[in-house]
C-alpha cells in the first residue's frame, strides 16, 4: 500500500483565497484524522471521521474550516477565506483501530501570505 | 480537557538508554501511545499501552501505570538516527480523542 496520501505537498496563497487539501487514507481504514502542526500549539486534531461520518469536530478553529469526506477513499479540508494564522503543516492520518495506531501522510506545509 | 506533560529536550550519546517520561492528566482514559516524527517528517506510530506495564518492540519499550497517570518510552542501545521528537499522546473522552503531548526533542551524541 502507498500510504496515506496528501496534496498538494506545499500551498503557498494570500489572505482571502480559498484553500482546499487533499487526503486519500489507506485502503480498508475506517478512521481518518486531519491534525495541524505549529510550532506554539503542537499537534492539533481538527476533526475525526469513521465511516466517512464525522465523529469529533471540536477542534476546527472556526466556521473559515470545514471537511468532508464523500467517501472511504477521500476527504478535504477547506479553509475559507484563508489567513496568516492559518499556516501550519496540515497533517492527515488514518487508522484500522481508531485511535489506537494512526498512519501519517507527509502533510501539507501551508504559507498564508 | 486533557493535558500531558514531557520533558522538552533531552541529550544521550550513542549506544546509550534514555527514558522519556510523560504524566497526563484526563478523563475516560484508555490508552497511552508513542509517536516519532523527524524534523521535516510526518509521526510514526511506535507503541500503545492500554494496560498496565511494559510493552517491548525491539530497542524501544513503552511503559504505563493508570494509577499513576504516567508512562514512559525507553529507548536502548541508542543510535544516531533515533535524534527525532517523540511525541507521547492520550486517547480519552467519549469520543475517543487521541491528544498529543507538546513532544521531546532527543539528540543523539555521537
Known amino acids: 500500500d502507498a500510504g496515506v496520501i496528501q496534496s498538494p505537498r506545499h500551498e503557498v496563497t494570500e489572505m482571502g483565497q480559498e484553500v482546499t487539501l487533499r487526503c486519500k487514507p489507506i485502503?480498508?481504514?475506517?478512521?481518518l484524522f486531519w491534525y495541524r502542526q505549529t510550532m506554539m500549539r503542537g499537534l492539533e486534531l481538527l476533526i475525526y471521521f469513521n465511516n466517512n461520518v464525522p465523529i469529533d469536530d471540536s477542534g476546527m478553529p472556526e466556521d473559515r474550516f470545514s471537511a468532508k469526506m464523500p467517501n472511504a477513499s477521500f476527504s478535504t479540508l477547506k479553509i475559507q477565506p484563508s489567513e496568516p494564522r492559518d499556516s501550519a503543516v496540515y497533517f492527515c492520518?488514518?487508522?484500522?483501530?481508531?485511535?489506537?495506531?494512526?498512519?501519517f501522510g507527509s502533510g501539507t506545509q501551508l504559507s498564508v501570505l | 480537557g486533557q493535558s500531558l506533560e514531557q520533558p522538552s529536550e533531552v541529550t544521550a550519546v550513542e549506544g546509550a538508554i534514555v527514558q522519556i517520561n510523560c504524566t497526563y492528566q484526563t478523563s475516560g482514559f484508555y490508552g497511552l501511545s508513542w509517536y516519532q516524527q523527524h524534523d521535516g517528517g510526518a509521526p510514526t506510530f511506535l507503541s500503545y499501552?492500554?494496560?498496565?506495564g511494559l510493552e517491548e518492540t525491539g530497542r524501544f519499550s513503552s511503559f504505563l501505570s493508570r494509577s499513576d497517570s504516567y508512562g514512559y518510552l525507553l529507548l536502548q542501545e541508542l543510535q544516531m538516527k533515533d535524534s527525532a521528537s517523540y511525541f507521547c499522546a492520550v486517547t480519552s473522552g467519549s469520543a475517543r480523542q487521541l491528544t498529543f503531548g507538546s513532544g521531546t526533542q532527543l539528540t543523539v551524541l555521537p
Open positions: 485502503s480498508g481504514h475506517d478512521y
Open positions: 499501552n492500554a494496560l498496565d
Open positions: 492520518a488514518s487508522s484500522e483501530r481508531g485511535n489506537e495506531k494512526l498512519f
